[in-house]
Nanobody, 115 residues
Framework: QVQLVESGGGVVQPGGSLRLSCAASGSIGSIYNMAWYRQAPGKQRELVAHITSAGDTNYADSVKGRFAISRDNAKNTVSLQMNSLKPEDTAVYYC?????????WGQGTQVTVSS
């Protein structure tokens, strides 16, 4: 059984920072890509940031320069450092991974940016 467990969500004021983490465990095989998606109320799930096994990254235009994705291949973890947060960043954030065993999603963690 494969599990992706996220942590680090919460409530933060505009301009603040949060760091999300996701740990993959179980019969996950070899991990190719890892990513963070988010879904705001009434909106479709969207890609926030993506990182390959080689460490190549790409970001949604809306978060470029503010968010940074990183991974630890030895620990099967991926993190998302979020700085200069805006109210429009409020959403449920989901960890995603593409592996030799398939595609897997975390359960989601709420991020709320509000004064």
């Amino acid at each position: 059984q494969v599990q992706l467990v996220e942590s680090g969500g919460g409530v933060v004021q505009p301009g603040g920072s949060l760091r999300l983490s996701c740990a993959a465990s179980g019969s996950i095989g070899s991990i190719y890509n890892m990513a963070w998606y988010r879904q705001a109320p009434g909106k479709q799930r969207e890609l926030v940031a993506h990182i390959t096994s080689a460490g190549d990254t790409n970001y949604a235009d809306s978060v470029k320069g503010r968010f940074a994705i990183s991974r630890d291949n030895a620990k099967n973890t991926v993190s998302l450092q979020m700085n200069s947060l805006k109210p429009e960043d409020t959403a449920v954030y989901y960890c995603f991974t593409f592996t030799t065993a398939g595609l897997f999603w975390g359960q989601g963690t709420q991020v709320t940016v509000s004064s």
